[in-house]
């Protein structure tokens, strides 16, 4: 196959999300087959509901910085799948996509064909295996994985990772997880086993019970990640924020983290834990290295500025919360707002959060099978919302065309927020239009 050809048969596999098959069988029989590739190298797995992401991504440019050499992935993507397969900080090439993605299809259709499976990996299982499989062939000495849902059932949980971290849980996918929190942490504290390291972020009480009783359960004491810091504001140079991180192990002072946001130190003293847990598997991770990495890091989509168009994927109540609390400590002019979801998002109360903020707000509809149709968006739009507040756009590429209508010529900030799918779906129309 070559990559368009790859690209097709993956998504012929099902959404990611609504095929979703949760379980290990399917991935691990798959891994066997391809020869456990994943056992070439350490693994740090990173689950939780908020701040995965962008505690591989300051993980991972730490690593960059120590000349370790590093894989990464991550999900969703933006624009491009092969954002999900990174290496040394830099995702594969479509060719390199491809080639994995032949190798791996084949296999999984052996596998059927002689009855060691029922049925084909799913997409997220199969771009798994493709991101451990291109690992040990750039022959890494260390891969980050981003635990895709969950923890228990996850296809990233099949690689048996060494070291894994929890980031703060809090309520998603509960038609999926349970609906409570405890339900939700106890899934995601699954991928806790013995003889792992366990990092842990500052948890909520519930949360925080679950993943200690786990952690009791296979005998690891957890080590929890710093919260020993102050954050200061930089008056010369607004957004800044930076921070002295203090540590059992040392003191990493006056760090700006290159990523947008207040509770982007919490994820980052995460990642700082990990780094110092990494030292004691004999990795060289010198201080400076550790500073270049929160300094540097990129993770696309989180609070990020793109073509003067300000994206933020807040998909849940803990994800808005944190937006807001950006915007309403940094941002001074009017918001023209782009929002869409997905339907199994708890909307009433992110629009609550997020909707009274906006100058402006437009709603629209990814090309997503799981998209909020906009007459259901309505239905959460304050009252106090008149026609000439309010818009809706069919597409993403009309919200952007009436964004830029009625955002008065760069008066208002124009944010895209609600869905990292919206948030790739308008940054692909934005590059394409250049």
Known sequence: MNYQESVAYLYSLGNEVLAMKLGLENISKLLDALGNPEKNYLKVQI???????????????????????????????????????????????????????????????????????????????????????????????????????????????????????LTPIDYDHQAILGETLAEIAAEKAAIIRANTKVVVAPQKNEAEKVINGKCREVGIEPIYASENYKIKTDSEILPSLYATFHTPNDDYKNVMPSLLGRHQFQNAATAIAIAEILREFDFSIPKFAIISGLENAKHKGRLEFYRGILFDGAHNVAGAKALREHLDEFVRQPITMIFG???????????????????????????????????????????????EKVYAAKTVEEAIAKAREISGGGEHLILVTGSLYLVGEAQEILRNSF
Do not use: W
């Open 47 to 165: 689950a939780g509901t908020n701040g995965k992401g962008s505690t591989v991504a300051f993980l991972e440019a730490i690593c960059v910085a120590a000349e370790i050499r590093v894989g990464a992935t991550t999900s969703p993507h933006l624009v491009s799948v092969t954002e999900r397969v990174r290496i040394n900080g830099a995702k594969i090439s479509e060719k390199e996509f491809a080639g994995y993605a032949t190798r791996v299809r084949k296999t999984s259709e052996s596998l059927v064909e002689i009855g060691e499976l029922e049925t084909a990996p799913t997409y997220f299982e199969q771009v798994t295996a493709i991101a451990l499989l291109a690992f040990a062939e750039a022959k890494i000495e260390l891969a980050i994985l981003e635990t895709g849902l969950g923890g228990r059932f996850d296809a990233t949980t099949a690689a048996r990772a060494e070291i894994v971290a």
């Open 341 to 387: 979801a997905m339907r199994d998002k708890e909307l009433t109360e992110i629009a609550a959060v997020l909707f009274p903020r906006a100058a402006r707000l437009i709603l629209t509809e990814p090309k997503n099978e799981r998209s909020m149709k906009i007459e259901e968006i309505l239905k959460c739009v304050p009252s106090d919302f008149t026609g």
